[in-house]
């Protein structure tokens, strides 16, 4: 079945440094979502990307979707002790209606 | 305007107990799902629905249970509880299947 894995599964920075998120599917994807968790809440939903090599940015945030479809990033530029949480990448394979979550990546940021 | 609710916030079972977990949306959302979330394993997916009547399976449906009868409610059934489902449970919606999800706060179960 379809998976999705992140790397890497934990990054720990200084206040101001930058920070990249990797996520990879073993199938193409219709689009890829991104949700940030804050420690103790529930995910929430950051962004959608679904054309091959989209990059759209949010403020400090730019997230890429690769020419495959197979590949995304995220990364954070001068991470702030906001950022503070765990990024998941997650997926939807050709046909399927079934949302697959990759692994996670938990952010630490030391002020 | 809620959003998406679980209940109970907490719950303890014993082994071979059953229960439900309750979500419910306010929002029109058609499709709906449930995640179990364990440390070190993210957000797995364990039944989902598309639209009242329509359930299927995702990635760990063994050992439980869902029904949609209707648009708000999507409840999810624990049919003899095993200490291996010890986690925590979300809920999410999404009006369509291709945008974002909202997800409830979240169910924390131990089975002892």
């Known amino acids: 079945g379809q998976q999705v894995m992140q790397i890497p599964q934990y990054q720990h920075v200084q206040e101001g440094e930058d920070f990249t998120t990797y996520c990879n599917s073993s199938t193409t994807l219709s689009n890829i979502q991104w949700y940030k968790q804050r420690p103790g809440g529930h995910p929430v939903f950051l962004i959608q990307?679904?054309?091959?090599?989209e990059v759209k940015k949010q403020k400090r945030l730019t997230f890429q979707f690769g020419e495959a479809k197979k590949n995304s990033s995220l990364h954070i530029t001068a991470t702030q002790t906001t950022d503070v949480g765990t990024y998941f990448c997650a997926g939807k394979g050709g046909a399927t209606n079934k949302l697959i979550f990759g692994t996670g990546t938990l952010l630490a940021v030391q002020p | 305007n809620a959003g998406v609710t679980q209940t109970p916030k907490f719950q303890v079972l014993k082994t071979g107990q059953s229960m439900t977990l309750q979500c419910a949306q306010d929002?029109?959302?058609?499709?709906m799902s449930w995640y179990r979330q364990d440390p070190g394993m993210g957000l797995r997916l364990i039944h989902y629905s598309v639209g009242a009547g329509i359930t299927d399976q995702g990635e760990v449906p063994n050992g439980y249970n869902v029904s949609r009868s209707t648009t708000e409610d999507f409840p999810l059934r624990l049919l003899s509880a095993a200490p291996s489902q010890t986690s925590v449970y979300f809920c999410?919606?999404?009006?369509?299947?291709?945008?974002?999800?909202?997800f409830g706060s979240g169910t924390r179960l131990t089975v002892v």
């Open positions: 999410a919606s999404s009006l369509q299947g291709a945008l974002g999800y909202t």
């Open positions: 990307l679904v054309k091959s090599g």
């Open positions: 929002m029109n959302h058609e499709y």
